[in-house]
C-alpha cells in the first residue's frame, strides 16, 4: 500500500515537472482566458478563478470533465461547457494549463477580467421581419426559470434542415424569451397545449452563420462560422460573452451545431 502511494505521489510529481508552463500561457491566452482570464481572475460571477489553484487540483479537474466524472446538468451548464472544453486537451495540455494557473496569485475580492476582444462582439444584428419571414418550429418550457421559448428560422435554414443538409451560411435561428404567467402559488400556468403560458417578452437568442464569421475563434472554440447574441426586449444588443455560447454549442458539430436540428426538419415537412 505505502509502495502504491509512493508511486502516486512520484507520478504526480513527474507530471508537475514536466508540465510546460509557457505553453500553459499560450492555452490561457488563446482559449482558457476567455472565460477565466489569462491572470485566472474569471470574467463573471458564474465562472471560477483559477489564479493560485494547486496544479494537482486544476489538472485532475480537467480529467473528471474530460472523462466525464463531471457532467452538466443541462447542455449549456457551465460543468457541461467544460466538458467540451476538456475532452479537447490531451494529457500533456491539461498539464500545462494547470501548472501556468498555478503560478498566479490569487485573485483579489471582486476582481474580474476583461472578455476578449474577438468573443464580445457579434456579427448579428436583429432580425427585424423575422415575425413575417421566418418560420415558428418550436416551443419550450424552461421551469427553473419560469420561462418559455418561441424558436424561429428563416427559409435558408429550414430548407436545408427537411433536406437533411447541413446549414449553409446565412441561416438564423432566433427564439422569444418570455416569463410566464404565473397562478397564485406562483407555479407556471400552462395551456391546452401542455407548453407555459408566455407573459411578458424579456429577451431575444440568437445564432446565424456567416462566411468567414468563425475565423476570428480559435479551433477549440470555433463552431464552423456561426455567432451568438442576445438581444433585450427593446432589440437592443446586450453584452455576451460568445466563449460561453461557442462552448455550450461544440459538441453538436454532427448537428449543424444546433440542439433543435431535429425540429428544424421536421417544421419544413
Not at 422569444?176 to 403560458?197: C, H, I, M, R, T
Request: charged share 20%; net charge positive; with cysteine.
Amino acid at each position: 500500500m505505502k509502495a502504491a502511494i509512493g508511486l502516486g505521489i512520484l507520478a504526480l510529481a513527474s507530471s508537475a515537472q514536466a508540465a510546460d508552463v509557457g505553453a500553459g500561457k499560450a492555452k490561457a491566452e488563446a482559449v482558457c482566458g476567455a472565460c477565466h482570464g489569462v491572470n485566472g481572475a474569471s470574467v463573471s460571477d458564474t465562472i471560477p478563478n483559477l489564479a493560485g489553484q494547486r496544479a494537482a487540483y486544476l489538472e485532475n479537474q480537467l480529467k473528471a470533465f474530460k472523462d466525464g466524472l463531471r457532467k452538466g446538468a443541462s447542455p449549456a451548464a457551465p460543468t457541461a461547457i467544460m466538458n467540451a472544453m476538456a475532452s479537447q486537451l490531451s494529457p500533456a495540455e491539461m498539464a500545462d494549463v494547470a501548472a501556468f494557473y498555478a503560478t498566479l496569485a490569487p485573485a483579489a475580492p471582486g476582481m474580474k477580467s476583461s472578455q476578449f476582444p474577438n468573443v464580445a462582439k457579434t456579427h448579428l444584428t436583429f432580425p427585424e421581419n423575422y415575425q413575417q419571414t421566418f418560420v415558428k418550429y418550436l416551443t419550450i418550457n424552461f421551469p427553473a426559470t419560469k420561462q418559455v421559448r418561441y424558436y424561429f428560422a428563416n427559409p435558408a435554414a429550414v430548407q436545408a434542415a427537411k433536406a437533411g443538409k447541413p446549414l449553409p451560411d446565412g441561416s438564423y435561428l432566433f427564439a422569444e424569451v418570455y416569463s410566464a404567467k404565473l397562478d397564485d402559488q406562483k407555479n407556471p400556468l400552462k395551456g391546452a397545449d401542455g407548453q407555459f403560458v408566455g407573459d411578458k417578452l424579456v429577451a431575444y437568442t440568437a445564432m446565424a452563420t456567416g462566411a468567414g464569421w468563425g475565423d476570428e475563434f480559435p479551433d477549440m472554440l470555433k463552431n464552423g462560422d456561426w455567432n451568438y447574441a442576445v438581444f433585450s426586449a427593446e432589440k437592443q444588443q446586450r453584452p455576451v460573452n460568445q466563449a460561453e455560447c461557442l462552448g455550450c454549442h461544440k459538441p453538436l458539430d454532427k448537428a449543424s451545431y444546433v440542439f433543435t436540428l431535429k425540429e428544424l426538419a421536421a417544421a419544413g415537412k
